[in-house]
């Protein structure tokens, strides 16, 4: 309904939609950003605006990708939240995001079991959140463990952990499986001109002034917000650095 709604609105504002295109790059010619479609054709803007979000990874285990959102979620928490309520939740990862979620859950849940492969939170995750799931009483931190695998008859009933250092297996019931081990974003497309972190996000506004990794901004006026360190340029969404990764926002 969001994406039909969406259109209907590209269209009300007479928008054009190019269809079954890929984009593998742009060129800046003066004042015109040129997008280039691969094999051939091309379209001339006086601006750009890349929103072609990331793509999350991805947990290796057997029986996991026919759950996907049906009880196995990726990056998201809170539509899903309050169905949680009375019952036991996994969350699988060890950066911020992972914990921020492990809380927000464990407000509906009745138990939430935060899945990490490390045997310790202090080098990825920051240290009030740390202190925060230790001291929440039903939060629970599995160290050095890894989800292997899951099971379920059109939604997760199962899920199948594994210790790291013994290798034993351990089956548990839950409905629930929160992924959160990063995301890629779609930018490679973009060149070197567009400045971005190692992992890839695009870097925007006035997070470029000063930024280490950018050089001299090109213009006397500072960037607008969202223009990356090409002006004309523009990034929205979750290809941003530290953008909030939730359609509503």
């Not at 990708?65 to 949680?84: I, K, M, N, W």
């Not at 036991?88 to 911020?96: E, H, K, T």
């Amino acid at each position: 309904d969001l994406a039909h709604r969406a259109i209907a609105q590209v269209s009300r504002f007479g928008a054009e939609m190019v269809l079954a295109r890929e984009v593998v790059g742009f060129e800046t010619r003066g004042p015109v950003r040129t997008v280039l479609f691969a094999g051939s054709g091309e379209i001339e803007a006086r601006a750009l605006i890349v929103a072609t979000g990331v793509s999350y990874r991805r947990l290796d285990a057997a029986g996991l990708d026919q759950l996907t959102s049906r009880g196995v979620y990726y990056g998201a928490s809170a539509s899903e939240a309050s169905q949680c309520q009375g019952e036991d939740v996994y969350v699988v990862g060890a950066a911020n995001s992972a914990g921020q979620a492990a809380l927000y859950l464990s407000s509906f849940a009745k138990r939430v079991v935060l899945v990490v492969r490390a045997a310790t939170l202090m080098e990825t995750m920051s240290q009030y959140l740390v202190e925060r799931i230790t001291s929440a009483p039903n939060v629970v931190v599995r160290y050095r463990t890894a989800v292997v695998a899951g099971g379920g008859d059109g939604h997760l009933e199962t899920l199948t952990l594994a210790n790291r250092d013994t290798g034993a297996t351990e089956d548990v019931s839950s409905s629930w499986l929160f992924v959160f081990i990063g995301a890629s974003p779609r930018t490679e497309w973009l060149g070197p001109d567009v400045v971005r972190d190692d992992k890839g996000f695009v870097i925007t506004g006035q997070e470029l002034l000063g930024h280490p990794l950018t050089g001299l901004w090109p213009l006397a006026r500072a960037p607008f917000a969202l223009e990356t360190s090409v002006p004309g340029v523009f990034a929205a969404g979750d290809v941003r650095l530290d953008s909030m990764k939730r359609v509503a926002s």
